[in-house]
T-cell receptor, first 113, second 115 residues
Framework: AQSVSQHNHHVILSEAASLELGCNYS??????LFWYVQYPGQHLQLLLK??????LVKGIKGFEAEFIKSKFSFNLRKPSVQWSDTAEYFC???????????FGQGTELSVKP | DAMVIQNPRYQVTQFGKPVTLSCSQT?????MYWYQQKSSQAPKLLFH???????NEADTPDNFQSRRPNTSFCFLDIRSPGLGDAAMYLC??????????????FGPGTRLTVL
């Protein structure tokens, strides 16, 4: 079955701490991987995406993610978080023909000033 | 700016009273999706249109219908809303034949409350 699992439901960090959010997927065939962010009261925004090529992808606002095929993982990282990074983060996957996005259950990140 | 627009942003309806949510896009994308996101849960695909072809997810209740009168507009109809249908409804688009086909662009969502 196709699924995405995010390891942490709620993460609390202090400003300037480093962040790593885990994401593992189960999906047959070629995958496209995404991280979306949803700030309080706002819509889903794309942080970064992986289609092919360099497995280390850089996104907006200093975020990056690494695709490790052997581990079926696509973890999100940021070296130093800010209070403004407080949001919910969703990992998602779809296949090479696009279509349906399968989302993980989300990780709520709270950054303390 | 090209974008995905959803109206209204907030919708309140009564139990059993039909409701229609609207999505429009200026991206000229040929694929449009409707997702349901319940509180503290991940978005879940209800159905999508690939051009004019309607594709329903197997577990989408019959209570949910959709119409796409033209490329730019797509509607979500809930025939008899129940309390369990209270959620955020997200519209998304993508475009085939491009390198970024696999990426979806989301609207701001409509939050539906059922009284």
């Amino acid at each position: 079955a196709q699924s995405v699992s995010q390891h942490n439901h709620h993460v609390i960090l202090s400003e300037a701490a480093s962040l790593e959010l885990g994401c593992n997927y189960s999906y047959g065939g070629t995958v496209n991987l995404f991280w979306y962010v949803q700030y309080p009261g706002q819509h889903l925004q794309l942080l970064l995406k992986y289609f092919s090529g360099d497995p280390l992808v850089k996104g907006i606002k200093g975020f990056e993610a690494e695709f490790i095929k052997s581990k079926f993982s696509f973890n999100l990282r940021k070296p130093s978080v800010q209070w403004s990074d407080t949001a919910e983060y969703f990992c998602a996957v779809n296949g090479n023909q696009g279509g349906k996005l399968i989302f993980g259950q989300g990780t709520e990140l709270s950054v303390k000033p | 700016d090209a974008m995905v627009i959803q109206n209204p942003r907030y919708q309140v309806t009564q139990f059993g009273k039909p409701v229609t949510l609207s999505c429009s896009q200026t991206l000229n994308h040929n694929v449009m999706y409707w997702y349901q996101q319940k509180s503290s849960q991940a978005p879940k695909l209800l159905f999508h249109y690939y051009d004019k072809d309607f594709n329903n997810e197997a577990d989408t209740p019959d209570n949910f219908q959709s119409r796409r009168p033209n490329t730019s507009f797509c509607f979500l109809d809930i025939r008899s809303p129940g309390l369990g249908d209270a959620a955020m409804y997200l519209c998304a688009t993508s475009r085939t034949g491009t390198a970024s086909y696999n990426e979806q662009f989301f609207g701001p969502g409509t939050r539906l409350t059922v009284l």
